[in-house]
């Protein structure tokens, strides 16, 4: 890189006469030509300078201030969005709340009535039990009275067939009822 620059600086001072060119008749170094190159660089600069000015400054502050006041009136609609959007959240976790705080209700009352209902039907179910207990207790009376009748009443008669067999005799049914009745008395006494 230091040869490159070297080199280039060696060029460059032995074609300095030659870079001004002012012998060799280069029109913009003659000062003979500098009051038209004047008039022409004033004329071509301030005629570009009035185009800009004029045309080109106008749009492009138009475009600019049009840009503005859209991005102004964005961040206005957005910031307007971002309150109802706020406020439309409020309002959503509000209405959760009250749901929630509903569906509690709904679920406490709906349990206090179940349980209710499982309590009347349990204590009509109970009711219906002991009503039946005492139905069938009361047929279980009727029937051990009527079954020891009936014991007693089969029992004798057996209990004479069978005497009668064996013997060949006829006997007393009343005492054979009597010794009945006494036994069964004293079994039925040990099972109850």
């Known amino acids: 890189m230091k040869n490159f620059c070297l080199t280039l600086s060696i060029v460059l001072l032995v074609h300095v006469n030659r870079a001004f060119g002012s012998e060799a008749g280069m029109p913009q170094l003659n000062p003979e030509f500098w009051a038209s190159q004047i008039f022409w660089l004033l004329l071509i600069f301030s005629s570009l300078y009035l185009i800009i000015w004029k045309i080109f400054l106008p749009k492009i502050t138009y475009s600019i201030e049009n840009r503005k006041s859209k991005i102004v009136?964005?961040?206005?609609?957005?910031?307007?969005?971002?309150?109802?959007?706020?406020?439309?959240?409020?309002?959503?976790?509000?209405?959760?709340?009250?749901?929630?705080?509903?569906?509690?209700?709904?679920?406490?009352?709906?349990?206090?009535k179940l349980e209710r209902d499982i309590k009347n039907k349990k204590q009509t179910f109970d009711e219906e039990i002991n009503k039946e207990l005492a139905v069938i207790e009361k047929e279980i009376l009727e029937l051990k009275k009527t079954s020891k009748l009936s014991i007693n009443k089969i029992a004798t008669e057996a209990t004479t067939e069978i005497i009668k067999q064996i013997m060949d005799t006829e006997v007393n049914n009343s005492s054979v009822s009597a010794i009945v009745d006494d036994i069964t008395k004293r079994k039925m006494d040990k099972h109850l």
Do not use: F, G, M, P
């Open 73 to 112: 009136n964005d961040i206005n609609e957005a910031q307007k969005l971002k309150a109802s959007a706020e406020v439309k959240l409020k309002e959503y976790n509000e209405i959760i709340k009250n749901s929630r705080i509903q569906a509690k209700k709904i679920i406490d009352d709906s349990k206090k």
